[in-house]
């Protein structure tokens, strides 16, 4: 459990560190373990992101899952302040969605117990 913990902490940091921006003024996340799963929510008020960078970054974040490749692919969370951060969450996740509604952007992500 200690582990699923952690990794989820490493997930939330990295996918609110994309979503900061210099004119955030709220940024909530929610983790909710299940038995199956682990769901997160995160909604940033204002949105910055265009429908096109929002298409592209749920592309990238939906590539499917690679759990053989896991234990590597946490421990490269944080080590540095780039873009290729989220390619390393996408492979830890099963599923993104996000929908932004009144300037408020939501992004859903579910990553399934193995």
Not at 25 to 54: G, M, W, Y
Not at 79 to 84: I, L, M, T, Y
């Amino acid at each position: 459990m200690k582990q699923r913990c952690l990794k989820s902490l490493k997930i939330s940091n990295e996918i609110m560190s994309m979503l900061t921006h210099d004119h955030a003024h709220i940024l909530k996340s929610e983790i909710c373990f299940k038995r199956d799963a682990t769901h997160f929510q995160f909604c940033v008020s204002p949105n910055h992101l265009s429908e096109s960078e929002l298409s592209d970054l749920l592309e990238i974040l939906n590539l499917p899952r690679q759990i053989e490749m896991e234990e590597y692919y946490w421990s490269l969370l944080g080590e540095n302040r780039n873009d290729d951060n989220v390619l390393v969450v996408a492979r830890m996740i099963d599923h993104a969605t996000a929908v932004i509604k009144d300037n408020v952007l939501t992004i859903d992500v579910v990553r399934k117990n193995a």
